[in-house]
């Protein structure tokens, strides 16, 4: 079952590049997609909710002499990803324009963004899951090299250099942890990694060579540089993508490999992790304050909000982990929405600066829809509640609390300067007098608001029914945090308050 | 039968912020597409049945609630990892009293806004937002959870951010929103980290089990001074205290309909949680204290403030400052009968204020008091409404705040005999500021833009007599209830200091203002301490000057960074990357003799190093 999400889309893309033109292309892609997001349905469907343990499994023999097995299975963290990954290249192929420039590579190589991305969130075998990390490397910089804006080369280039260093720094983290497990063979499969113990000293530089290589793609402050330049120089799809999915890998590896393969050092590391995070999400948050680019303030938004996560599998209780799979997906799902809206701001009024554009809520002449989309994501993504973001914040918030009280303020702090800024960016974009000998913009066709209104569907529907959220990675959330919780013996809530540090 | 029809309002009860949503819902309806078919007055009737609908659910069920024991019950959201998101309610004849009071204001205020925003075409979003705003307050007196309230707080700071920005062409609009959104956030999220650390603490944000939990418990003085200090900023925020006052001022920029609605009810939900969080903020005394001094420092200074105001809007909007004030000091000394009485009446009272100060601006069409004068003649409806308001507002018998200002009075003169005096103080100054504003409208000499003012329209009117009716009837009410039974409070000590207070504050308003022979403006011997006032303590220098500049020049510097160090050191390693292959490239010569000369050369280092 699993293998189809993969090979579906892999299908696909071989079926996009050999058809006439892009109108077929896109047909067949979104055919593809649809395939899959019921399938992915289907599955959500039939996944035993209570059960926090790999589900689904598939596992071939391939490559036994390095241990490489064809293993997949999806648990309470990685279905969501899943979903979010399916319903994100869902959108994007219906709003992509069939006529533009090369449509049938794009979506080619969107297709097979895609099934890399199921793959790795899939994969219950390290080394599969570096392969499929690296190979969606490869599509990723294509996208970035053939449609971006001015700078695309410069950007892609960066890009393939801090990925390809976070990929070989990931292998070799792999490698060392599949030799030091070895009995004499070296063993890769990831179940059996969890119930190896290694010594605290091994543990300890592990874990850093891999915090590293994820946190370069994550991005962890200051390992961050790529990010702004890739996502500003990206065509609007593929900053979805990139922004919406391709950073939750990174994230995803914190809490797959990172924490529960490393437990101790990972205890010993936590405050200081937490206390990374906390900076980072101030951090991203400040240096947005400071763009004068949407798109560029949007991408710095994310490195703020990715912290969030790390700050929660720092923490490392149940609710603190539920928290970090419902930020990746709430986070995944408003960045995609902010980008979309954005990218329909730049095609019709013809730039993104924030000193340029003005009064765009016209009803009129502006882009009164867009606009108002725009002020619910940017509040969404400032943490007002009933709306997604909220959600995950607010768990990541009381979770970590016992455990890190000061990043966690910090945290909170950063989440009035996200309101800062998405303030700013409203105040100047869709507040404000139309300029009236500027304003003659092409009206945004009902088709493509259908995106921006799916996402915004879900992103209130979330909010407002968040059980629908966090239920999925709860049991999985308990299992993680016995992990390491047999080392901190701690409970999320209701501590007496001796244990509470504030001092 | 009655029985039966009375225990489904009961059970129903929850309909009524729902019946808010649905209007706002309704009204959303009309996109610019729609209202360019059927303009935008639509959206605006389906509004007013809608919160007709929920103030007679209210009153109905007011009197079913009445005299019988509060109900509760609770609704899970949602649960994570063993804890319990839950909506508890409270019906009682208080909530559902308070839940009247804002439908009822709120009713006034739509009215009101048909006639005074007649010509205007953003009417969807405003009566959406109106009836947002009165879903979230209906909800959040019925909630009984701390979490849900600041739920509640942080989506009504959405909701002021929308509505102030209503006209949001004009650049001091757009201003007032940004500052309105994010002075409130701050108090918002200050709370926040009060939500959040509570819980371990008290293992739950249901009031009346915090309540029960403050009784008995014993923390770390240090660790309850921060939660409280964090969970007083909430209202303090909402009830734009000292240092976060200055949101109300500039929302003044905002409909004047939403105006009446903020002034009296929406700056009271920080009253409202202040009063629900009193028995943990009362575990710490030094949150205790700092509840009282701040709200005693924003009663006088914003009073001060208000008396060198020329906008009619601002004049009023600082008195709201100053009223909250005066709660935080009723609940602060635990007088909190007192605090919540005066939401009543202020709320009533302002409401009046705001609604004839709206019917002299709507066709005066200056908020500038300097230019007005002289309108006694030509608005006599406006002016005795005005009066009324004046009258609920200040400490005179019998209505509404007398009852509220003597009780206080005669008790904190044996407790805390300054606060006392402050009352009194604030009172007489309110009193002189009142009738200094009404002066200067209604009486003297009629200006430019008062020659020809007529009254305007019935739906201007309406509202603003049914106000001050009600206003009238507070006593009424009070006696009723009883609350209040006695007359002779008032020939107590107190009773005839507030009674003076009031009388001086009128007669100097009176004497200052409707004599022609002095000269306006009316100047204090010190032009620097009436700019001090006039300028707001010059707190818009103080944001620029300490966090707005702080967060301006930090993010400034992180951006600078984020360029240089860390951009930069990557960008450096590439370019040494490109520089030394560049320069390696030349050591490829193609010599052969040279190639074994350097593995000779090598090999000989290597040997004398091993040795």
Same mark, same amino acid.
């Given at each position: @079952? ?48 209570? %059960?926090?343990?790999? #589900?689904?499994?598939?596992?071939? #023999? ?9 293993? =997949? ?37 969107? /297709? ?19 392969? $499929? ?64 113990? $290694? ?42 993508? =990139? ?86 997906? *709430? ?43 725009? !002020? ?10 009933? /709306? ?21 303020? @910090? ?8 309101? +800062? ?43 407002? #029914? ?26 999320? !809530?209701?501590?007496? *308050?001796?244990?509470?540090? &504030?001092? | ?61 007011? #009197?079913? &609630? ?19 998101? =839950?909506?508890?309610?409270? !019906? ?163 409909? /004047? ?26 575990? *710490? ?5 700092? @509840? ?11 009073? =001060? ?5 020329? %906008?009619?809007?601002?004049?009023? *909007? ?24 005066? &939401?009543?009446?202020?709320? @009533? ?91 200067? !409208? $209604? ?45 002779? +409070? ?36 010190? &032009? ?50 490109? $520089? ?32």
């Amino acid at each position: @079952m699993l293998s189809l999400l993969i090979l579906i889309p892999i299908l696909g893309a071989t079926i996009t590049m050999l058809v006439s033109n892009g109108t077929i292309a896109k047909r067949v892609s979104l055919l593809c997609l649809s395939v899959v997001v019921i399938l992915t349905l289907y599955i959500a469907r039939e996944f035993t909710i209570t %059960d926090g343990h790999f #589900q689904f499994s598939e596992t071939y #023999q391939w490559i036994n002499l390095i241990g490489l097995d064809y293993s =997949l299975g999806i648990d309470g963290i990685s279905l969501p990803l899943i979903g979010l990954n399916m319903l994100i290249c869902w959108l994007i192929v219906f709003a992509y324009d069939a006529n533009s420039h090369r449509a049938r590579s794009f979506l080619a190589l969107l /297709l097979l963004a895609n099934a890399g991305l199921t793959g790795a969130f899939a994969s219950t075998n390290v080394l599969l899951f570096t392969i $499929f990390y690296e190979l969606e490397l490869i599509p990723i910089y294509l996208l970035i090299a053939i449609w971006g804006s001015v700078k695309r080369e410069y950007a892609a280039t960066k890009f393939l250099i801090f990925t390809a260093v976070s990929g070989i720094l990931i292998l070799v983290g792999f490698l060392a942890v599949g030799w030091f497990a070895a009995n004499p063979n070296p063993t890769f499969n990831y179940e059996s990694l969890l119930h190896t113990n $290694f010594p605290v000293a091994v543990q300890t530089i592990l874990l850093l060579i891999l915090l590293v290589g994820f946190g370069i793609k994550t991005p962890l402050v200051p390992l961050h540089t790529w990010l702004p330049d890739t996502y500003v120089e990206s065509s609007t799809s593929t900053a979805m993508l =990139l922004g919406g999915l391709l950073a939750k890998l990174g994230a995803y590896g914190l809490l797959r490999f990172c924490m529960p393969l490393f437990p101790d050092a990972w205890h010993t590391l936590a405050p200081f992790l937490a206390l990374w995070g906390g900076l980072g999400i101030l951090y991203g948050a400040f240096t947005a304050i400071a763009q004068k680019d949407i798109k560029r303030m949007v991408a710095y938004s994310s490195i703020g909000h990715m912290s969030y996560i790390l700050l929660a599998i720092a923490a490392d209780n149940p609710l603190s982990l539920v928290g970090a799979v419902s930020q990746m997906v *709430s986070h995944g799902l408003i960045l995609a929405l902010l980008f979309y809206l954005v990218g329909i701001v730049e095609a019709k009024v013809g730039t993104r600066e924030i000193d340029i554009l003005n009064g765009l809520m016209n009803p009129i002449r502006g882009l009164p829809t867009t606009s108002a989309l725009l !002020i619910l994501s940017g509040m969404a993504s400032a943490g007002i509640p009933g /709306l997604v973001g909220f959600v995950a914040e607010f768990i990541t918030f009381q979770g970590s609390y016992t455990q890190f009280p000061v990043p966690t303020i @910090m945290a909170i702090a950063g989440t009035g300067l996200t309101a +800062v800024y998405f303030v700013i960016l409203l105040n100047r974009t869709c507040f404000g007098k139309l300029d009236n000998r500027t304003a003659y913009y092409p009206k945004v066709s009902g088709v493509e608001q259908i995106p921006a209104l799916v996402l915004t569907a879900l992103i209130i529907w979330l909010g407002v #029914q968040p059980s629908h959220l966090i239920s999925w990675s709860e049991a999985t959330a308990q299992v993680y945090s016995q992990y390491t919780v047999a080392n901190a013996g701690l409970m999320p !809530i209701r501590l007496d *308050s001796s244990q509470i540090a &504030i001092k | 039968m009655l029985q039966a029809v009375n225990q489904g309002l009961l059970d129903t009860i929850w309909l009524i912020p729902i019946y808010s949503l649905l209007g706002a819902a309704l009204s959303l309806i009309w996109m610019p597409s729609l209202t360019r078919r059927t303009g935008p007055r639509p959206a605006g009737y389906v509004n007013l049945v809608m919160t007709l609908l929920s103030f007679l659910h209210g009153l109905l069920a007011l #009197q079913a &609630i009445w005299g019988q024991p509060p109900l509760h019950w609770q609704v899970n959201w949602f649960s994570v990892a063993g804890l319990d998101f =839950l909506i508890p309610w409270e !019906i009682s004849s208080l909530t559902v009293g308070a839940t009247t009071l804002i439908t009822g204001l709120n009713f006034l205020a739509q009215v009101y806004a048909v006639g005074y925003l007649e010509m205007d075409w953003g009417w969807a979003r405003f009566y959406s937002l109106l009836a947002f705003f009165e879903a979230g307050m209906c909800a959040l007196v019925f909630t009984d959870s701390l979490f849900i309230a600041y739920v509640i707080l942080e989506l009504l700071t959405l909701g002021t951010y929308l509505l102030v920005g209503m006209w949001y062409n004009q650049p001091l609009v757009i201003t007032g929103a940004r500052d309105a959104f994010l002075t409130k956030r701050v108090g918002d999220l200050f709370l926040l980290m009060g939500v959040v650390a509570l819980l371990p603490l008290a293992g739950t944000w249901n009031f009346d089990e915090l309540a029960e939990w403050a009784k008995t418990a014993s923390l770390d003085p240090a660790v309850i001074t921060l939660v409280g200090l964090a969970l007083l900023a909430g209202p303090m925020g909402k009830c734009a205290q000292f240092p976060l006052h200055l949101w109300l001022d500039e929302a003044m920029e905002g409909p /004047l309909p939403s105006t009446i609605l903020r002034n009296s009810v929406v700056v009271a939900t920080g009253a409202w949680v202040l009063y629900k969080l009193q028995p943990v903020l009362l575990l *710490s005394p030094v949150v205790q204290s700092v @509840m009282i001094f701040v709200g005693s420092a924003t009663a006088l200074g914003a009073t =001060l403030i208000a008396i060198a105001q020329i %906008d009619i809007k601002r004049i009023l *909007s600082y008195s709201v400052s100053a009223y909250m004030g005066l709660i935080f000091v009723a609940v602060g000394t635990g007088h909190t009968q007192e605090g919540l009485l005066l &939401i009543l009446s202020h709320g @009533m009272a302002m409401a009046v204020l705001v609604m004839s100060v709206g019917s002299v601006i709507t066709n005066c069409i200056t908020q500038d008091v300097t230019q007005l004068g002289g309108l006694f003649s030509r608005r006599p409806i406006t002016a005795l409404s005005f009066l009324v308001g004046t009258w609920g507002m200040v400490g005179l018998p019998p209505l509404g705040n007398s009852w509220v200002f003597q009780s206080l009075v005669s008790q904190l003169w044996y407790e805390q005999r300054g606060l006392a005096f402050l009352i009194l103080i604030v009172n007489g100054l309110t009193a002189f500021s009142l009738m200094r504003l009404f002066g200067l !409208i $209604f009486l003297g000499k009629p200006q430019q833009m008062t020659e020809r003012s007529p009254e305007p329209l019935w739906l201007i009117v309406l509202p603003m007599t049914v106000g001050a009716g009600v206003t009238l009837h507070i006593p009424h009410l009070l006696f009723s209830w009883q609350i209040v039974n006695d007359w002779t +409070v008032f020939t107590k000590h107190s009773g005839i200091a507030l009674v003076m207070s009031s009388l001086v504050g009128l007669g100097l308003g009176l004497y200052l203002y409707g004599n022609t022979n002095i000269m306006k403006p009316v100047r204090l011997p010190s &032009i620097k301490l009436q700019d001090f006032f006039a300028y707001d303590f010059y707190t818009p220098k103080l944001y620029k000057g300490t966090v707005v500049g702080f967060v301006d020049l930090f993010s400034r510097f992180a951006d600078w960074c984020d360029r240089h160090l860390i951009d930069g050191a990557s960008n450096l390693f590439g370019l040494a990357t490109i $520089f030394s292959g560049e320069s390696l490239k030349y050591t490829t010569f193609g010599q052969l003799q040279l190639y074994v000369l350097t593995t000779v050369v090598g090999i000989v280092v290597l040997f004398l190093l091993l040795k």
